[in-house]
Each structure stands twice: as structure tokens, then as C-alpha cells.
């Protein structure tokens, strides 16, 4: 999984039917101390995660997996919210 | 899921059967501003995207969902066509 | 699904079973202007193209799919021969 | 497979069902010399990894195969502990 | 498939348990001309590969096809040893 903030939200009224109902957030990846690593995707969300929020997602054909048993068009699925980092050069 | 911008079409005669009657868009990865990040891809369409559209996209095998049950021998497909963005730095 | 230009073959005796009787083709990955964009690969084909054809193929493991029912160990196959890009800023 | 070296863990009390129970691992991805290669990532844990244990991960929907038949919400899943290199240029 | 040459081997005593059994070889991506294009992968292998072997390997989840119907934690797997390469521009 990879880390990343949430920075918005995209609307979209024309779209798949296995999106609809479902939140479209935009999340600007991250590295583990919160610097930006590549371009803001959209991803769906299991988690309720908000604007601003550290998280954590899925990518590729996992990203379908919280959805399941139907089957959802997305490839980039947040599965937590990052609360602390424990790691070998401190904490954070 | 990525964004991108519709910038044209491309025909193929001879193509696999699963591919037959589906429009090849050619799809101009962008981030969320509209900058280019990387060479343009053909993407299949589920919401009837026009030229100049700004879309976003699943790649992987994420992008043969719309088309189940049966299989399609698509890595690209857009899945929704962008209205509006809401994000910390602005809506647009 | 990518753009590439068909410029050779690939002989292997020693290959997994499920490409056996399979022609091995070398792609250069082009972007749709014919320009290399990374190292080339081999692909499997499913068009009968030729050396010097301009094609698209599908990666990833979407690229088993023509192959189906079967499962064939291939990432990368082409599904399409591009004949005609029209593009907002012209055709070729 | 590629190489890394276990840097810490991380903590996500919101997250996907299929995650609860799991310890999430931070490793930073290296080459098979110990160097780094890009940005840390979570990965789940099939073989008691510590921190500061050269590992080996698989990415991609393969991560969720040792957690089968049940799916888990993974993209990184480390599946074994380096113990010794044999290479062309010596042994470390 | 991409191409490699073959550079190692690792070992791993605790290892997720499809990978028992099997060997784990390292593997250079190349080039179809033999230059290196990234940092080593550890592959398993279907054709008896040894040290300085030019192959070809599937990446993804492509590479559990040829271990199937089990599923094996692999996402990068050698398919064939590389005899000759016909090139628009030579052989070699």
C-alpha cells in the first residue's frame, strides 16, 4: 500500500454505473513523511476519510477488493487512515 | 483512476474479436490541473466521451469491469467524464 | 492500450508450455506519433501483423484474455494494427 | 520479487475489515545490494519479518494469494526473508 | 514479456509456503540487445534457467499462470530462454 493526503473530491454526473453513489476523492500521493511522489489520482473510499486526511490505498485489481462481491471500476481504494508511524529514524 | 483529456480516435481494421463495434479513443494522461504526464493511450468508453472531454480512466484489469461478464481485451477504459474539482487549493 | 511498432522476432525452445506454436513478436512501444517511449518487449498476437506494422496492444494480465479459456503466460499482446489516427491536431 | 528492508510499521485504526488483525509494514524497496530504489510502502507480513530484515515482497494482485481464499485489501505482501545472495559478481 | 539475463540466486529459509520447493533466481532486466534497464528482480522459473541465461519473463499476475491451478506468490516468473532475436536491424 501507499500513503498519500486527501485533497478534494471530483464530480463526475456521466459515469460507470458501478460508481454510482460511491465518493470520488482526490488523493495527492505521498511518501511515508508526506512529500508528494507523483500526480493526484482519484480513488474510492472504505474509511470515510476526509479532506486533509493521511491515508493509506490500494492500487490495481486489489482496489476492487472492499467492493466485492459486485465488481466496481476502480483501481485506487483507501483502506485506512494512517494515525502513526513507527519507524527506525523516529515517529511521527 | 487518472485523468485525462479526450484528443482523438484511432481505427483498426483487423483487431481482436473482442474488440469489434467499441470505440478506440486516444486519451492524453493529464493531472487534475490538465498537464500532461505521459504518452497518450487508446482507452475503450463507457459514458460516450467526446473529443476534448476531460475524463478520468481505470486502467489494468480494472478496465474490463464495465464489459462483464463478457471479457474484453482492454487495459484502459474511461469510466467518467470530469465536471468539477474541488480541491484545497481551489475548485475548478 | 499503447502504441508500438513491430520490429522483429524472438526464438525460444526452451518456453512455457502455453506459448508453444505461439509467434514471438518484438514491439518497440511507440507513443501514436511513431516515437519510442521505452525498451522494446515481446508480445503475443492475435492480428497477424508483420514487421514494421504500427499496432496497439494490450499489458498486464488483460493481455491473457484473447487467449481465453485457456491461460497462456503472456503480459503483452497485441489486439489491434492502427490504420488511421485522427487527432485534434491532425491525422496521420 | 523485488527487495526490501523492513524500516518500521505503521498503525491505521480506521480500516478495511480485511486489514484488521494485521501488522502493516513499512519497508523501503532496495535493489539486492541493500540500496534504496523508491519510496517506502506498507506491506502484510507472511513470515514473522522484523525491522532492519532484508526481505522479499511480491506487489500487485499477487499479494492477496497467501492470504487466500479469503481477500484481503493488499497491494504488497512480503513472502520471504533474504538469508543469502549467491550473485555473478560474489556472495553477500 | 521483457527480457532479462540471468544473475543469481537467493535464498530464503521462511518463505510463504508456494514458494517452497522452487527456485528463486535473480534476474537483470535488459534490453533485447543485453543492456541492463532497472534494478534486479528475484524470478522463479519453468525452463531450467541457468546463471547467464538470456530469458524472457511475465510480470503481474500473469506469472502464476504457469504454476497453476495452484496459486503461487509469484509476480515475476521466466517463460523462455532467449536463442535469437531477429531484428529490423540484424540478428543476434
Known amino acids: 500500500m501507499n500513503a498519500?493526503?486527501?485533497t478534494g473530491r471530483v464530480?463526475?454526473?456521466?459515469k460507470d454505473a458501478s460508481l454510482e453513489g460511491r465518493r470520488l476523492l482526490?488523493?495527492?500521493?505521498?511518501?511515508f513523511r508526506g512529500?508528494?511522489?507523483g500526480p493526484e489520482i482519484v480513488a474510492l473510499d472504505t474509511v470515510s476519510a476526509?479532506?486533509?486526511?493521511?491515508v493509506m490505498y490500494v492500487s490495481s485489481?486489489?482496489?476492487t477488493i472492499p467492493f466485492r462481491p459486485?465488481?466496481?471500476?476502480?483501481?485506487?481504494?483507501i483502506v485506512g487512515i494512517l494515525e502513526r508511524v513507527d519507524h527506525v529514524d523516529g515517529s511521527w
Open 4 to 6: 498519500g493526503r486527501v
Open 11 to 14: 464530480w463526475a454526473t456521466q
Open 26 to 31: 482526490l488523493v495527492q500521493p505521498t511518501n
Open 35 to 37: 512529500a508528494a511522489t
Open 50 to 54: 476526509g479532506i486533509g486526511d493521511h
Open 61 to 63: 485489481s486489489e482496489a
Open 70 to 77: 459486485g465488481l466496481t471500476a476502480t483501481d485506487a481504494t
